[in-house]
T-cell receptor
């Protein structure tokens, strides 16, 4: 069983389009995260949600909007895509209250043309 | 501002050698220091972690050395194998405060082990 899953795995789209990435975890964790990994492999946190409540919101353009319909899901919607949005986006989850391991999904490779 | 600084950026080691990756931090509130391993095309996965009440933690060929006074910690991979070739990230987090659970990652070290 996949612990943290993301869809789609690959996303190729034109500048200006709107797209969404979905994330689901079946670990029963209370916190979920979105990270952006650039071409130099740097992992940058974007958002985190604890029990559907936003707790971390880094300096991310407001074209990026996370949505957590329930504890097991955290989706990322991106409006008006730009070339610089091309990256790998990782979802992760953890039990924040016991400072435990973050489990990462397989990533979504976004290419904006 | 990078809260956790990691070096080197890349490392090439011969099979059987020792790989050493170093990290340094400034925030004394950090109290959990994990290392993540990432293979190409995959998400990062926890490799080993340490808390500051011990100076060393060993799991198989992987050892974390922790120096609280110097605010430094390092990953040692003994008898490095080609299968260890991956990107390694150090990280730090704190148990309390508004950023509870947030991991501050280093910039990563790309390790290549030659057969």
């Amino acid at each position: 069983d996949t612990a943290v899953s993301q869809t789609p795995k690959y996303l190729v789209t034109q500048m200006g389009n709107d797209k969404s990435i979905k994330c689901e975890q079946n670990l029963g964790h209370d916190t979920m995260y979105w990270y952006k990994q650039d071409s130099k492999k740097f992992l940058k946190i974007m958002f985190s949600y604890n029990n559907k409540e936003l707790i971390i919101n880094e300096t991310v353009p407001n074209r990026f909007s996370p949505k957590s319909p329930d504890k097991a899901h955290l989706n990322l919607h991106i409006n008006s895509l730009e070339l610089g949005d091309s990256a790998v986006y990782f979802c992760a989850s953890s039990h924040v209250t016991i400072q435990e391991t973050q489990y990462f999904g397989p990533g979504t490779r976004l290419l904006v043309l | 501002q990078q809260q956790v600084k990691q070096s080197p950026q890349s490392l090439i080691v011969q099979k059987g050698g020792i790989s050493i990756i170093n990290c340094a931090y400034e925030n004394t509130a950090f109290d959990y220091f994990p290392w993540y391993q990432q293979f190409p095309g995959k998400g990062p996965a926890l490799l080993i972690a340490i808390r500051p009440d011990v100076s060393e933690k060993k799991e198989g060929r992987f050892t974390i050395s922790f120096n609280k006074s110097a605010k430094q910690f390092s990953l040692h991979i003994m008898d490095s194998q080609p299968g260890d070739s991956a990107t390694y990230f150090c990280a730090a987090s704190k148990a309390r405060g508004s950023t509870l659970g947030r991991l501050y990652f280093g910039r990563g070290t790309q390790l290549t082990v030659w057969p």
